[in-house]
């Protein structure tokens, strides 16, 4: 009986983790299903450290034994040039993507409607026309017959990386490092466009799953100018795969090689990770090797070396990094943006959506309230009759030696320079620090920003002492921004990439009526009395003494004179301004929105003979724009 109670508590536990299994067995199919040309593919783990052994020791030897470190990085992608051959000979068992017969030629992209196939019964000779029997998967016949032309050759070309090393730590600093030269093997072809998407897997969440890997990916994506990066999590092979294979053999013939003494080192001796490098480079790492394996899985081995001083991925002082939350329940992680990530529950590559989820604009996404993307027709859903696993947004920045603090410090003295850098009537963003109402949580997501707009007439002030504008505080020395128009996010664009004009207080207001105007050089009298902080949105008009009349006090409303003639209403910052230090980016484009009316000329009637010409005021600017996203992404980098 108290077996049976133990086992019962032990049990508790199992169908839950039987659920992970199975869900990750199924992602890595999808994903070596529904793969195309241009994505590569990467399974990666540290080794168990590997013994130097000597061929022959005394007994006091045993115990200062000599160890060095193994990084296993297995990398595939599929061949182009079977991919879009139309006329090849296939045989029983070629994998294959089946297109719909209208689908254009010459394309990387598989066509909506594709599925994954095997060839199951084929023609005797090539050609595009040659009639082909497929079977799924699961060995069911799929009905019909398809033509060669259909048919994309799903061919892998798989290259393995064995890295060595006699630094012990295998933390995210060594690891990136060998990282790094993976990618410097193919920053040519991803450069050229060869390549332009890396989906990284591991099933060793102690070694990588971090905050400070998490932010090494998304530079790195921003850095390679990929467009899309996702590293996964899992265990299909319950904790074991080809990478924990491949290490065993190195290590292997390691020992192996030096008890036979069959050592290819220059030396004859294997004392030192650098000769264990020098060894299995001239024993797997040749051409002979190479035509040896060309019909194998994995066609070829690149043995790397570095010793632990030429890891300069590790800084003198170690830096801190915003803390992965939900990193125990999350094994699927999105690149955004520079340090901008999204986390899921489980893992999916389903043809029909999660392939082309590769950024926060794609087509698939949809975003939700409070940071979640969602993902359409995704099939992570299926198996539990519920709907998709949502994708979390979260920042994973790096806070440098001393945390939020020195981060802070750092985008203050930055927002400082931009602040200098601003020019009259160009957009800049602010990091917004509260919400203003309820109706922004739906686009609250990390880097959250507002964009204003800078004056014709703007110039930046210094603080000459501790002050407080406003509601905003200013040191002594801060520089102060007044802002000319303000913008909030349009509440219905989901995006959060539409912005429309906040409509601030008026300089000019009815009670203003029937007293006189003046306006020289800027500056605003009205009945004697100077108005401040006046935000003009194109050069200052000049009025010499008018009466006004009527005033729309809406912004860009009309001030109607008795003696003729108007001006627009201008904004009045009053006291609405904004600290330098919270400036992250300054003077980008936005796109105006809505048909903006052309600038005019009419002719007045003044007598059967002369007319006079007479120009319109200028127009209203446009009250609504658009952010591009990748602008979007930028800004939201910079805030910390």
Not at 174 to 184: A, C, D, G, I, V
Not at 296 to 308: A, F, G, P
Not at 464 to 472: A, F, H, N, P, Q
Request: with cysteine.
């Amino acid at each position: 009986m108290e077996f049976l109670d133990e086992f019962e508590r032990a049990s508790l536990k199992f169908p839950a983790h039987r659920e992970l299994v199975a869900a990750a067995k199924k992602a890595a199919k999808q994903l070596r299903q529904n793969v195309w040309p241009g994505m590569l593919m990467a399974d990666y783990d540290w080794s168990e450290n590997g013994l130097i052994a000597a061929a022959r020791q005394i007994q006091s030897e045993y115990w200062c034994l000599k160890y060095y470190s193994l990084f296993i990085n297995i990398v595939s992608y599929l061949k182009a040039a079977d991919w879009l051959g139309r006329e090849s000979l296939l045989k029983e068992g070629d994998e294959v993507t089946v297109e719909p017969a209208d689908s254009p030629a010459g394309t990387l992209e598989p066509a909506r409607g594709s599925f994954y196939a095997r060839v199951h019964i084929a023609p005797a000779a090539p050609g595009e026309r040659g009639i082909y029997q497929l079977k799924k998967d699961d060995g069911e016949v799929v009905e019909g017959d398809f033509q060669r032309c259909q048919l994309r050759h799903r061919v892998f070309y798989t290259q393995a990386f064995a890295c060595v090393t006699d630094e012990k730590r295998h933390d995210a600093y060594t690891t990136s490092h060998f990282l790094n030269k993976m990618f410097e093997h193919f920053r040519e072809r991803i450069e050229s466009g060869e390549f332009w998407a890396f989906l990284g897997h591991s099933d060793n969440a102690s070694h990588f799953k971090s905050g400070q890997m998490m932010n090494y990916w998304s530079d790195k994506k921003r850095e390679l100018g990929l467009k899309f990066m996702r590293i996964d999590f899992g265990c299909p092979g319950h904790g074991k795969g080809p990478w924990d294979g491949l290490g065993a053999v190195l290590k292997q013939a390691i020992v192996r090689d030096t008890l036979n003494n069959k050592i290819l080192t220059q030396s004859g001796f294997v004392t030192g990770p650098i000769e264990v490098a020098e060894h299995l480079r001239r024993r797997v790492d040749t051409e002979e090797w190479r035509a040896a394996h060309r019909e194998k899985t994995i066609k070829r081995i690149s043995v790397l070396y570095s010793d632990h001083a030429e890891i300069t991925e590790r800084p003198a002082v170690e830096k801190d990094f915003e803390p992965l939350t939900g990193k125990m329940t999350s094994f699927s992680f999105l690149m955004l943006a520079h340090e901008q990530i999204a986390r899921r529950e489980r893992s999916c590559f389903c043809a029909a959506a999660c392939m082309h989820a590769h950024e926060r604009d794609s087509s698939p996404f949809r975003l939700a309230a409070e940071g979640e993307l969602h993902c359409r027709d995704c099939e992570s859903g299926q198996h539990f009759s519920g709907p998709a696993y949502p994708w979390r947004e979260q920042s994973m920045k790096m806070l440098s030696t001393s945390g939020v603090a020195n981060r802070r410090k750092e985008a203050q003295a930055s927002g400082m320079a931009l602040a200098r850098k601003l020019n009259p009537g160009e957009f800049f963003a602010v990091q917004a620090r509260e919400r203003w109402s309820t109706a922004e949580e739906q686009h609250l997501r990390p880097g959250h920003f507002w964009v204003a707009q800078a004056s014709s007439n703007f110039r930046v002030e210094a603080a000459d002492k501790r002050m407080s504008l406003g509601g905003t505080v200013f040191n002594k020395g801060d520089l102060i921004v007044k802002i000319g128009r303000y913008f909030d996010r349009d509440v219905s664009d989901p995006s959060g990439l539409t912005f429309e004009e906040w409509q601030p207080l008026t300089v000019f207001t009815e009670e203003d009526v029937g007293k006189t105007l003046n306006i020289s050089s800027g500056v605003v009298k009205v009945g004697g009395c100077t108005r401040t902080d006046v935000c003009w949105a194109a050069d200052p008009p000049h009025v010499h003494y008018k009466t006004i009349a009527k005033v729309d006090t809406s912004t860009g409303g009309w001030v109607v004179f008795q003696e003729g003639g108007r001006i627009r209403n201008p904004p009045s910052a009053g006291d609405f301004v904004v600290n330098a230090t919270e400036l992250r980016a300054v003077n980008f484009s936005m796109l105006p929105l809505g048909r903006q009316l052309p600038l005019q000329e009419v002719s007045v009637r003044r007598s059967g003979r002369l007319a006079a010409v007479v120009s319109l005021p200028p127009a209203p600017l446009p009250k609504r724009y658009e952010l591009d996203a990748r602008i979007d992404n930028e800004i939201r980098a910079q805030c910390w």
